[in-house]
């Protein structure tokens, strides 16, 4: 693998902050999203949330090119797709963007530029977390029923996140925000709500920042040295624990809790979903161990082209 050095770390999230402003502006939960998300990764000496978000904008080829290993090419281009396309909503700017990226970097393989991130993308199976909660009547067997789930889902996820893998980490990513996705839509059909009800999507999620952007940080946040094994995988559970708990405040209320205080909430739930974390640590990095010589294969299987993409995903699925 190339090496990648701090200048190329700096211009890769500096383009992810132009795609954010891609069509001319930065919203406030735009800007939230990448502050939040940026302060937990460890960023790289020298490298700051606000000389990111708040310098003046550089000329998109000129950050272009000082990004020159293939590592960073590969992952710059997967990270800006996710940021345009995981909502559903990829601008016209946004896409002049991507394909300017894509054009650039032609001498990076980008494992089939968008056509292997289109396929994760539209995930050729469902996950099981949503097969355990339905609507319950009953207050106490909800409350049951819902811990249990996020319970689930945080274990899942922090598993993913502990394989912080330059270039194949995008699936892990990814799998991670449908799990949370498919969480909140269950934790929603328990409370008799629609698990299909866009609306409740992009409240919850866009208030809360669990977008593209967010997958795109943590993709690139794979190149900073000290991004291991610990901090992918409580960065996961913690999130997937506030996420848990934040929708179903969220659903409880009838829908009613606005962005702020979903945010707060969601602060106040990472916290706990980190100190839970700790209790389960060492389950997790067991299991992370127990599969990794597996995964390894899958992972060499999917850059050889022996397996598809859908392949890839369902075999991953299996070990979990």
């Known amino acids: 693998m190339s090496s990648v050095n701090q200048q190329e770390v700096l211009a890769s999230f500096k383009i992810l902050v132009s795609m954010a402003k891609a069509d001319g502006k930065l919203l406030e939960e735009e800007f939230a999203s990448l502050a939040d998300t940026f302060e937990e990764i460890h960023l790289p000496e020298g490298i700051t949330v606000d000389r990111l978000l708040n310098e003046e904008d550089e000329p998109i080829d000129t950050l272009l090119t000082k990004i020159t290993s293939e590592i960073a090419q590969e992952m710059v281009y997967q990270s800006a797709y996710a940021m345009a396309n995981i909502d559903g909503e990829c601008s016209s700017e946004e896409k002049l963007l991507l394909d300017k990226i894509g054009a650039t970097f ?66 892990f990513d990814m799998l991670i925000y449908w799990n949370q996705l498919d969480l909140a839509q269950a934790i929603g059909q328990s409370w008799g709500y629609d698990r299909n009800r866009e609306d409740f999507r992009k409240a919850i999620f866009g208030s809360l920042g669990i977008t593209g952007t967010r997958i795109a940080v943590s993709n690139l946040a794979k190149l900073v040295p000290v991004f291991g094994m610990v901090v992918g995988a409580t960065t996961a559970y913690a999130s997937t624990w506030a996420l848990g708990k934040v929708a179903n405040e969220y659903f409880a209320s009838g829908g009613e809790m606005d962005a702020f205080s979903l945010r707060q909430a969601f602060k106040q739930a990472k916290k706990e979903g980190e100190a839970m974390y700790k209790t389960k640590a060492d389950e997790i990095a067991a299991k992370k161990q127990a599969i990794e010589p597996q995964v390894q294969l899958l992972n060499e299987e999917l850059k050889a082209g022996t397996i598809t993409p859908e392949e890839y995903q369902v075999k991953l699925k299996e070990l979990l």
């Open 106 to 171: 032609t001498s990076s393989k980008l494992w089939g530029k968008q056509e292997w991130l289109e396929t994760l993308e539209r995930r050729s199976t469902r996950s099981s977390i949503s097969e355990q909660v339905r609507q319950i009547d009953d207050p106490d067997k909800r409350a049951t029923e819902v811990e249990n789930a996020t319970t689930d889902a945080c274990f899942l996820n922090a598993v993913l996140g502990a394989f912080p893998i330059p270039g194949v980490a995008i699936a």
